[in-house]
T-cell receptor, first 114, second 111 residues
Framework: QQQVKQSPQSLIVQKGGISIINCAYE??????FPWYQQFPGKGPALLIA?????SEKKEGRFTISFNKSAKQFSLHIMDSQPGDSATYFC?????????????FGQGTRLTINP | DAGITQSPRHKVTETGTPVTLRCHQT?????MYWYRQDPGHGLRLIHY???????DKGEVSDGYSVSRSKTEDFLLTLESATSSQTSVYFC??????????FGSGTRLTVV
């Protein structure tokens, strides 16, 4: 049972275009929604995150849009660059005794063509 | 990644043998986690620790055990490795109010 569903599995975008990755969740107990970026041979690194009481968060070229009623959130990468080529994971957090238990989506392999 | 190291980076082992993976942190973070990463599944939580000798199960804990005898070390043990445990294993650390920091991973192949 996948608690966080991510799409698409792979995405090819031209340089300068907009990359959009979508996620949907089921559990309303999730209290924090981060996105992670992973390069080959490396661990995931936090890219941007949002709380469910906010509908949008922007950091540079990266924006999260959050729709609480639909239980969906998405990552938008504006002016996509070849250096953005990586695997992206959405996640949702449940907190238990201070521990942050993350549930990850399946991942999206993003390729930016020069 | 700064402050968190995993060892070994790569390991090939035979079915039925015990395997221990190590996560070492220098950040003095209270919380430590073990995830496995598999294509089509993202990352899934195996076990986590909320202090020395305090551990709990994640969503895919069957076949795995953990130990944390010191703040800085979190060990993941496969008592009898199976081919289904071939995966990339990531350790992560966190503190309240901060996000995860992941290690660089251990690629384990069970033949």
């Amino acid at each position: 049972q996948q608690q966080v569903k991510q799409s698409p599995q792979s995405l090819i975008v031209q340089k300068g275009g907009i990359s959009i990755i979508n996620c949907a969740y089921e559990n309303t107990a999730f209290d924090y929604f981060p996105w992670y970026q992973q390069f080959p041979g490396k661990g995931p690194a936090l890219l941007i995150a949002i709380r469910p009481d906010v509908s949008e968060k922007k950091e540079g070229r990266f924006t999260i849009s959050f729709n609480k009623s639909a239980k969906q959130f998405s990552l938008h990468i504006m002016d996509s660059q070849p250096g953005d080529s990586a695997t992206y994971f959405c996640a949702a957090r449940k907190t238990n005794q201070g521990a942050q238990k993350l549930v990850f989506g399946q991942g999206t392999r993003l390729t930016i063509n020069p | 990644d700064a402050g968190i190291t995993q060892s070994p980076r790569h390991k090939v082992t035979e079915t039925g043998t015990p395997v221990t993976l190590r996560c070492h942190q220098t950040e003095n973070h209270r919380y430590m986690y073990w995830y496995r990463q598999d294509p089509g599944h993202g990352l899934r939580l195996i076990h986590y620790s909320y202090g020395v000798k305090d551990t709990d199960k994640g969503e895919v804990s069957d076949g795995y055990s953990v130990s944390r005898s010191k703040t800085e070390d979190f060990l993941l043990t496969l008592e009898s490795a199976t081919s289904s445990q071939t995966s990339v294993y990531f350790c992560a650390i966190s503190e309240p109010g901060q996000g995860y920091t992941f290690g660089s991973g251990t690629r384990l192949t069970v033949v």
